[in-house]
């Protein structure tokens, strides 16, 4: 069977580096469009960064678009992201 692969998983299977800042010391961080965290070289804490919606929330051909270890490692990437969303939730509550 031949499969095409869409526009929207390109940055899945071809990963890019992107430049977020330390939300602690505002240090530019490298990090690649297919990770969720890094740790800053300057304060050493790890940033986690929202994992916004993605075409492989829906798409039924996500999997097969990308592969099963790709697919594996977002999800994961995503649970830690509402894992972290919801702590600093709750610390923003506590202060």
Same mark, same amino acid.
């Given at each position: 069977? &031949?499969?095409?692969? !869409?526009?929207? @998983? @390109? ?9 977020? #800042?330390?939300? =602690?010391? @505002? %240090?530019?961080? %490298? ?7 890094? =740790? !800053?070289? +300057?304060? $050493? $804490?790890?940033?986690?960064? %929202? ?8 798409? #039924?051909?996500? #999997?097969?678009?990308?592969? %099963?270890?790709?697919?594996? +490692?977002?999800? $994961?990437? #995503?649970?830690? @992201?509402?894992?972290? &969303? $919801?702590? =600093? +939730? &709750? =610390? +923003? &509550?506590?202060?």
């Amino acid at each position: 069977m &031949k499969f095409d692969f !869409c526009p929207g @998983s @390109s940055r899945f299977r071809q990963p890019q580096p992107d430049i977020i #800042k330390c939300p =602690t010391c @505002s %240090e530019e961080l %490298e990090i690649w469009t297919d990770e969720i965290q890094v =740790t !800053c070289p +300057k304060c $050493k $804490k790890t940033v986690i960064r %929202e994992a916004g919606a993605s075409c492989l929330d829906w798409c #039924k051909y996500a #999997k097969d678009c990308v592969g %099963e270890e790709v697919y594996n +490692k977002y999800l $994961k990437n #995503k649970a830690l @992201s509402r894992q972290a &969303k $919801k702590i =600093t +939730k &709750k =610390t +923003k &509550k506590d202060v």
